[in-house]
């Protein structure tokens, strides 16, 4: 959402915001109840429907936000795969599938499928198509398995 627009309608309607602030901590401060909590959604949503602003809006503000921090947690998790493969760990699972645990980040796949489970710092991503990093990643986590147990 533009900064701009914001400000705009900040100036042109300072008077109704200060009231229905006004309005708001009045409800807050006296009303001890749900129904305190159900004015209070009602005056944001009439402020917010007198403002133009649309929940369409809102949607696409919000599943944009989510995307951004999305994509922005899978580049992270990518770079610390990267740097997290040389102690990488290969464990095979009894039901056929595969578990690499690092410090921070677990993949769970199953041998000749084409994508893993994410799991990055406890907080699962979903599922991931197996790229030329996750990839180095598992072939890493083999030989780091292997030699330990040659060893």
Same mark, same amino acid.
């Given at each position: 959402m533009d900064w701009q627009v914001w400000s705009e309608f900040f100036r042109q309607n300072w008077l109704i915001i200060l009231v229905a602030l006004i309005i708001l901590?009045?409800? @807050?401060? +006296? %009303?001890?109840?749900? @129904?305190?909590? +159900? @004015? %209070? @959604? *009602? *005056? %944001?949503?009439?402020?917010? *429907?007198?403002?133009g602003i649309s929940i369409d809006q809102i949607r696409d503000t919000v599943s944009g936000v989510t995307g951004q921090t999305v994509a922005a947690l899978q580049e992270q998790a990518m770079d610390v795969m990267k740097d997290e493969a040389k102690s990488a760990r290969f464990i095979q699972n009894g039901d056929g599938t595969y578990t690499i645990k690092t410090d921070t980040i677990e993949l769970k796949g199953t041998p000749g499928a084409g994508k893993v489970g994410v799991t990055f710092r406890g907080v699962p991503l979903g599922e991931w198509e197996i790229n030329s990093t996750i990839r180095s990643v598992i072939d890493q986590a083999k030989k780091n398995t292997a030699a330990g147990a040659s060893s």
């Open positions: 901590f009045m409800v @807050i401060n +006296l %009303v001890k109840t749900v @129904i305190k909590w +159900l @004015i %209070v @959604i *009602i *005056i %944001v949503a009439a402020v917010c *429907i007198y403002s």
